[in-house]
């Protein structure tokens, strides 16, 4: 059975840091482009970082960009974002995303960014 599931979300300050994880089960993670999205309440899910099952190449969205760092140990077959600088624009629900062929969807964290 495919699963994705993501932990590590939570209650942080502003200019706090957590670090999402991504445990993946059923599949070959290693063959899969990963990716983490975002939803904020009253918006649309968004793409934020992702990163290649090939040569490892990172994207990231601009509004991330230099806060955050995506990684994965395809022997742990897990994918973390190392979330840095928080802000309360960073509130939403965070999933994680394998992309192949197939597309298969964690059921999300939430992260809350408030003092």
């Given at each position: 059975q495919v699963q994705l599931v993501e932990?590590?979300?939570?209650?942080?300050?502003?200019?706090?840091?957590?670090?999402?994880?991504?445990?993946?089960?059923?599949?070959?993670?290693?063959?899969?482009?990963?990716g983490w999205f975002r939803q904020a309440p009253g918006k649309e899910r968004e793409g934020i970082s992702c990163i290649s099952s090939i040569d490892g190449s990172t994207y990231y969205a601009d509004s991330v960009k230099g806060r955050f760092i995506i990684s994965r140990d395809n022997a742990k077959k897990t994918v973390y974002l190392q979330m840095n600088s928080l802000k309360p624009e960073d509130t939403a629900v965070y999933y994680c995303q394998a992309r192949r062929l197939n597309v298969y969807w964690g059921q999300g964290t939430q992260v809350t960014v408030s003092s």
């Open positions: 932990s590590g979300g939570g209650l942080v300050q502003p200019g706090g840091s957590l670090r999402l994880s991504c445990a993946a089960s059923g599949f070959a993670l290693d063959r899969y482009h990963m």
